[in-house]
Structure formats: structure tokens, C-alpha cells
């Protein structure tokens, strides 16, 4: 019953409310394709991330979240493909999505690139009632799970300049969806809200071993507070990034600090997690929020045409 409770709390919340209904991760600056189809190729090798992140640690049917995409340049460096299947759980709701993307680079210059990208997207939306407890007389709470399908398109642009800097704005769900479970006499509807997300960052060296990585991501939903992620992280010879970032939101002085790390095992193997400290109400009753990830180009990068920081642009 406590799942049943946390999971119709979420989902009046987030759709009613109209506020964030995309799933968010601490280590965006290593996941753009999940943000922006149009960063597929980009990297000039085929890559391969994952990343599973559980969500407010000790709350019953809490968000835990996944994602698993490939993305590499195809028969021509300037066109590139890319693949994503994310999921995520919030008590006894179950989203699943799996897009594919499609770029081309409209821009090639010598210290210079934009790309333009589209993608398409199908969203599998449950409600799991079959894992609710029993309870005895009511009808609503049948040994059943209540599913619906969506499709939808989004777009975006990713600029890179000099190597070391890259900005990028995208809409990955353009289409409003009405979603929800049908229901005759309901007095408001849900709709699918687009999201809109601009990124940017850069490489600045401090020493020859030692580089300063900025990193921010803004998001906005209609009818919701204007959302970002800032990030610094340090590059330490190329093979450790370690930083902080800051989580704007909430309902004081922010939603989280998060603390990120990741190891560079070999040129081709990055590994990464990062830990969220809660800043809102909620930090009392949980014990953060942790994020792991792997990512692994398939093939190595050529450096003449590599990018200064093989971890910045993966």
C-alpha cells in the first residue's frame, strides 16, 4: 500500500503539475545523446554508455533509473546514428522509451563543427497494479498492469569550437501526448510536456596534467521552474575527473551537491559514479542519491582527428 500511496503522490505531482517528467542524471556531460539527437557521431568512434541511478535511497518506491545507448559516425564522419533505451521506476509506475537518432554536420570548418539531429521516440507508460498489496474490496487495485504507448519526434544542434568548447540546445519529446490512464470523468488530462534543454562547456588547461572542466545544463518545462546543473570537474592526467556539481531546484537552497569521479581504465573504458547529497525537504527521510556508469568506445579514436580530451566529448 505504501508503493501504491508513493506512486499516485508522484504521478499527480509530475502531471498535474506539469512540472519535470524526463528522468535527469548527475553525469549529463557523458550522456548527451540521451539530451540531444543530434550529438550522435560526434565522438568520430562508436561508443557505448550505460548508467542505472537509484534515487532517494531508503524511500519505499523510490525513482531508479537506466539508460543503455550507442552512438557512432556511419559510412561518412559527418552523419551520425545513435540508439537509446531508458527506463525508469517510481513506486508502482514503470516508463520505458527507446528512441533512434539520426545527425549530419551542417558546419565543418577547421577549429569549427555544427550538427543538426532529429529523432524518434516510443514510450511504453504502466502503472504495475499487480505489485501493489492486496487489498480486500477494492475493485481498482486488481492483480493486473495498465499500459499505453506513445510516439514522438525531437530535434536538436550541437556546436563544437577549438576542440575544448561545445554548446547544444535540444527538444527530444516535441509532441504533447495525452497520457495517463483513460478516465471518462476525469476533470483535467495529462499531457506529454516538450522539454527543452540547453548545454554547454569547455576544456581549460591549468597545467600540462591538470585541466579545469565547466559543464551546465538547463532545463525547462512549460508551466515549471526553470531547472540547471552546474558542474566543475578536474581532469588530472587524463586518466581521473573528479568534481562537483550543484542541482538548482527544490523547495530551499537547491535540489542537490553531487560529487562525481571518473576513472579512465584504459583509453577505450571510462567508469564513473557520482553521489547526491538532498537539499530539499526530502533530505531528511533519504539517504541521497547514487549514480554508476560505464562507457566504452568500440574502437580507438584517431588522434589526429581526436578531440583534446577523450572523457569530455564521450
Known amino acids: 500500500m505504501k508503493k501504491l500511496l508513493f506512486s499516485l503522490f508522484i504521478l499527480t505531482a509530475c502531471l498535474r503539475l ?15 545523446l540521451y539530451y540531444n539527437p543530434a ?30 545507448s550507442v552512438n557512432s559516425p556511419f559510412l561518412t564522419p559527418r552523419v551520425g546514428i545513435g540508439g537509446v533505451l531508458s527506463m525508469k521506476k517510481i513506486g ?51 492483480n493486473q498492469q495498465v499500459n499505453s504507448i506513445y510516439g514522438n519526434v525531437g530535434a536538436g544542434v550541437y556546436a563544437t569550437f577549438a576542440q575544448r568548447y561545445y554548446l547544444g540546445f535540444s527538444v527530444p519529446h ?18 506529454e510536456s516538450p522539454h527543452f534543454y540547453a548545454t554547454a562547456g569547455g576544456i581549460f588547461p591549468l597545467s600540462e596534467d591538470i585541466n579545469l572542466m565547466p559543464a551546465v545544463l538547463i532545463k525547462y518545462v512549460q508551466h515549471a521552474p526553470l531547472d540547471a546543473d552546474v558542474n566543475v570537474n578536474l581532469d588530472i592526467h587524463q586518466k581521473v575527473t573528479a568534481g562537483l556539481s550543484y542541482r538548482v531546484g527544490g523547495n530551499g537552497a537547491g535540489e542537490s551537491v553531487d560529487l562525481l569521479v571518473m576513472w579512465q581504465a584504459s583509453p577505450q573504458i571510462g567508469i564513473g559514479a557520482a553521489y547526491d547529497f538532498s537539499l530539499s525537504d526530502v533530505k531528511d527521510y533519504n539517504a541521497g542519491s547514487i549514480e554508476v556508469l560505464f562507457q566504452a568506445d568500440l574502437k580507438k579514436p584517431n588522434k589526429k582527428k581526436g578531440v583534446f580530451s577523450p572523457r569530455f566529448f564521450m
Not at 516535441?174 to 483535467?188: D, H
Request: aromatic share 12%; no cysteine; charged share 15%.
Open 92 to 142: 508502482l509506475n514503470r516508463d520505458f522509451t527507446g528512441s533512434l537518432a539520426y545527425s549530419y554536420e551542417l558546419i565543418k570548418l577547421e577549429n569549427a563543427s555544427v550538427r543538426a539531429g532529429i529523432q524518434g521516440s516510443i514510450r511504453s507508460l504502466s502503472i504495475a497494479f499487480d505489485d501493489a498489496t492486496p487489498v480486500v474490496g477494492d475493485p481498482s487495485l486488481d
Open 18 to 32: 506539469s512540472a519535470q517528467q524526463d528522468h535527469h542524471y548527475s553525469q549529463f556531460m557523458y550522456n548527451k
Open 39 to 68: 550529438y550522435a557521431g560526434t565522438r568520430g568512434v562508436p561508443t557505448i554508455t550505460g548508467i542505472f541511478r537509484s534515487q532517494w535511497m531508503g524511500f519505499d518506491g523510490a525513482p531508479q533509473s537506466g539508460l543503455l
Open 174 to 191: 516535441i509532441y504533447r501526448n495525452t497520457i495517463g490512464i483513460p478516465n471518462p470523468n476525469a476533470y483535467q488530462i495529462a499531457r
